[in-house]
């Protein structure tokens, strides 16, 4: 079966995340795309986006590991929904499953851009969501 092209954005990003490779990673996000750091904290904007990957590397001691179990792409002309659940782990984190939730903008040009970036998914809603 042929996967959508947001799937393979996804996977492309995940992959840039394990190899900290920064500069690929920011060529998926929308220039003012929104990345959800932890719940009640975002950056905003591809500079601000970098430095929290940046930031979170170094917290996961530079080993951190993403992977997707399960995704589903909804779209609607050129906007995509991705209900994902996104498996992290790194040497001083257990493997951990969250459902994540992403928005991607189809560009001009026809590549999907990832607008937001919520693995959080519902627990930014509130403390015990």
Not at 12 to 23: L, P, R, T, Y
Not at 102 to 122: A, M, Q, R, T
Request: proline share 4%.
């Amino acid at each position: 079966m042929k996967r959508h092209p947001v799937e393979l954005q996804i996977e492309k990003a995940d992959n840039a995340i394990v190899a900290e490779d920064f500069e690929l990673l920011m060529e998926i996000y929308t220039d003012d795309a929104i990345l959800v750091v932890e719940p009640g904290r975002n950056a905003v904007g591809k500079v601000q986006i970098r430095k929290a990957f940046e930031a979170i590397a170094t917290y996961f001691k530079n080993g951190l590991h993403v992977e997707q179990n399960g995704m589903e792409v909804l779209e609607s002309g050129d906007t995509a929904l991705v209900l994902a659940n996104t498996v992290i782990s790194s040497p001083n984190f257990p493997s951990t499953e969250r459902k994540a939730t992403y928005v991607f903008n189809k560009s001009p040009s026809g590549n999907w851009l990832c607008s937001i970036d919520n693995s959080y998914g519902h627990q930014v809603i509130g403390k015990y969501a």
